[in-house]
């Protein structure tokens, strides 16, 4: 893996329905999410890498529960993943949504400094939230549930936001996004979707060069005060203040081990 | 409409007055047209009530507007009576936005303006002071209502002849002395604004800036402060002591807007001593609009995703801290809930600085239980009558903080009131829990601007939304003097 830049580096996942009922709308989804993905590299001066889970269903609905992408730096790689999913099986309607995020937190190696996101795309809900004909109406056989996927996006610094391709994702998709600090979109707001991720990137790296100067100037003296840091990195004390809640919230920043 | 529709609907429309955006007027008009269609009574009464209370100036502006532009006589008169305490240039935006964005102009508005004009026409000294800051508003009010001005407001706005005892004179006469020494004697014995004459000025020496800051308000002064910075007054010794002086006059000044000193040390990117100098104007000017009597506990979401929340309760905790009198408690939570302290002397109340120290290491990280900091202060018997929580309300971890209220409730025999910040988001069905648990709750969304944030504050320091509704219900709408009551030819 070559060296990352530790201030700017963001690291993006998609996690992508591919069953049967997307057979309709992968090409969309497969457009935005390129789309999306140059329009995040255009918004600030990022070092982007891209993973990806695709996910099906439980057996018997389908024999692929969710299939994991490593994090790529190389977008042409990306692009192609994306391009490739292929769409079939599925079974019941509601689909294997909550192993897709679990496979995506769990089994993607997230940068320890990273801002992270999880992009969630599909036209069907999890299973156990109420849909007729499903399978597995007491809730899907991984175990998990809305509330404890995005518990474990939230302890791993990961902020989900959704795209539902139908209206019936959008409870679903609404508590996933919303319970992890995300967005929810409809695919109306494709555009919208792609211009948000876009800003909110944007304001996450808005204060990238005062970041690194209040990072120069803590790791040069970790125990220096809050008024003499702000005066070293030629701030004010909000500003200051503003980026080490930002640097500690990503590791940037150790919190000192009070004996 | 029920008592309790009523009262929704007014506490709804309080709410929307926490979000300011500055100087853009046209976007904050709407709100003002909606609560005056939805409930013209409870408007009539709000208007006076921000008059005195609140701290954003467009606000002001756009009540005179719509009460002026109202189809109810009383409010055109109440508008009549607020309109002769603005500034020209709000004069200016009323008149403006009335003509432009409502699309009238009233003849009582112009009544009112015609009034304003003739009261400051018969006081040269306030005119001149007028004409010298906001000339050009001056002239456009005049102009746009076809108003005659009287001869001293004909010379000065119209024929540029100001008379020879008028800081418009002295102006002239400054932009022609050929010595600083000059300069600043004409600044000093005309009072010349700061930002008039460093227009009329080529170079400024130290000895001017002093001439100019001992001619400032202290408003002023934190106004103009990026201003001075650039043209070096932090660097001289002698006109940073000045400006420290004018800072420390600005504690105590009633006319010092409660934000505008953060701001100001914002925009300059001043030193930290200036800063907290600055910090502490606020924190003073804050102490002096309200007293908060409940005990009162802060939550603090500090899941992942939430850095802007804990930029916000800093905020907030000084903002409370300031104005308390009871009991106040602060605790960030994620999955676990821990108390924040800021550490001062007895009997000395914690400052931003105090609170930016205090939670110096707390970092956005983790699942989110908004119930688990209440448990806590269940199990440890800590009793309060207000929980002020700063999330954007999406919990997923247990206790849900609707259980645990419940559970508070029942140890503690108190049921108190919540007071939701929603920062970075909303989520519908973590109120609605907490509404059909009949726990009352008042929430306002947090869309960046902090310096809305002591707008919050009063309804703290109120006991409950039913008294604060009953409260600004109980300011009257203001009238005319009898004298008053002619219109201005």
């Known amino acids: ?259 | 409409m029920t008592q309790t529709n009523e009262h929704d609907i007014r506490v709804q429309i309080l709410n929307s007055f926490l979000t300011t955006p500055h100087r853009k007027i046209d976007e904050l008009a709407p709100l003002h047209a909606e609560a005056l269609a939805r409930d013209p009574l409870f408007y009539g009464h709000l208007a006076p009530w921000y008059f005195q209370k609140g701290e954003v100036r467009d606000h002001r502006t756009l009540f005179v507007a719509h009460l002026a532009t109202s189809e109810h006589s009383e409010f055109r008169e109440a508008a009549w009576v607020l309109l002769q305490g603005l500034a020209p240039y709000e004069v200016a935006r009323v008149l403006d936005h009335a003509k432009r964005v409502i699309g009238k102009a009233p003849r009582s508005l112009k009544s009112s303006i015609a009034h304003y004009l003739e009261t400051r026409e018969q006081n040269p000294r306030q005119f001149d002071g007028a004409a010298m800051r906001a000339r050009g508003d001056l002239k456009h009010l005049y102009a746009s209502l076809r108003l005659k001005p009287g001869p001293r407001a004909q010379a000065i706005l119209f024929d540029e002849q100001p008379p020879a005892d008028s800081p418009l004179a002295a102006l002239k006469k400054l932009a022609q002395a050929e010595s600083a020494e000059q300069q600043a004697e004409i600044i000093v014995a005309n009072k010349i604004p700061y930002t008039t004459a460093v227009g009329a000025l080529k170079h400024i020496t130290p000895a001017l800036l002093v001439a100019l800051i001992n001619a400032m308000s202290p408003q002023e002064v934190i106004n103009n402060m990026a201003s001075l910075k650039k043209r070096g007054a932090l660097e001289h010794p002698e006109v940073k002591a000045l400006i420290e002086a004018k800072l420390t006059e600005a504690k105590t000044d009633k006319r010092v807007s409660t934000m505008k000193a953060k701001k100001a040390a914002e925009v300059a990117q001043l030193d930290a001593e200036t800063e907290r100098k600055l910090t502490e104007i606020t924190d003073q000017r804050v102490a002096d609009k309200v007293e908060i009597k409940r005990p009162t506990a802060l939550f603090v979401d500090k899941s992942g995703s939430m850095t802007q929340a804990i930029e916000v309760a800093k905020q907030l905790a000084a903002l409370v801290s300031a104005v308390t009198t009871a009991d106040f408690r602060v605790y960030a939570f994620d999955t676990a809930a821990f108390e924040i302290k800021a550490k001062v002397p007895q009997g000395k109340r914690p400052t931003l600085s105090d609170w930016e120290s205090a939670f110096k290491f707390i970092k956005a990280d983790g699942g989110t239980s908004i119930g688990v900091a209440l448990a806590k202060m269940a199990k440890e018997r800590i009793y309060v009558e207000q929980i002020v929580l700063v999330t954007d309300e999406g919990e997923n971890t247990a206790p849900l903080f609707r259980d645990a209220w419940t559970e508070y409730a029942k140890e503690m025999q108190v049921a108190p009131s919540v007071i939701i910040v929603k920062v970075g988001g909303s989520y519908p069905p973590f109120e609605k829990g907490l509404q059909e648990r009949g726990i009352e709750v008042i929430a306002y969304e947090f869309k960046g601007d902090q310096y809305a944030l002591p707008n919050v504050l009063p309804l703290l320091a109120l006991p409950s939304k039913s008294e604060l509704v009953d409260i600004i219900m109980g300011y009257e709408l203001p009238h005319r003097p009898q004298e008053a009551t002619g219109v201005h030819a």
């Open chain 1, 1 to 259: 893996m070559t060296m990352r830049n530790e201030i700017n580096a963001v690291d993006l996942a998609f996690v992508v329905d591919t069953t049967g009922s997307m057979g309709g709308l992968i090409q969309a989804a497969q457009d935005q999410m390129i789309t999306m993905l140059g329009e995040v590299t255009r918004a600030a001066n990022i070092n982007l890498w891209l993973g990806m889970v695709e996910y099906r269903d439980h057996p018997p609905q389908d024999q692929m529960v969710y299939k994991v992408y490593p994090f790529t730096a190389d977008m042409q790689e990306a692009q192609k993943n994306i391009r490739c999913l292929k769409v079939e099986g599925g079974g019941d309607e509601p689909e294997a949504v909550l192993d897709g995020i679990t496979a995506a937190c769990r089994e993607l190696a997230w940068w320890k400094h990273s801002c992270r996101l999880i992009i969630l795309v599909g036209d069907a809900p999890p299973h156990g939230t109420g849909r007729h004909g499903d399978a597995f109406p007491q809730g899907c056989p991984c175990g998990e549930t809305i509330e404890s996927v995005t518990r474990l996006a939230e302890e791993q610094r990961i902020t989900v936001h959704a795209l539902g391709l139908t209206d019936s994702v959008m409870d679903a998709f609404g508590a996933i996004s919303h319970l992890t600090g995300g967005k929810f979109f409809s695919a109306k707001q494709g555009n919208e979707a792609i211009q948000q991720i876009a800003a909110i990137l944007k304001a996450e790296f808005a204060d990238i060069e005062l970041d690194r100067r209040v990072l120069d100037a803590w790791r040069a003296h970790p125990d220096i005060a809050l008024d003499n840091l702000a005066e070293q990195a030629q701030c004010t004390r909000y500003a200051a203040s503003s980026s080490m809640v930002r640097l500690l919230s990503r590791d940037l920043i150790e919190v000192p081990i009070v004996s």
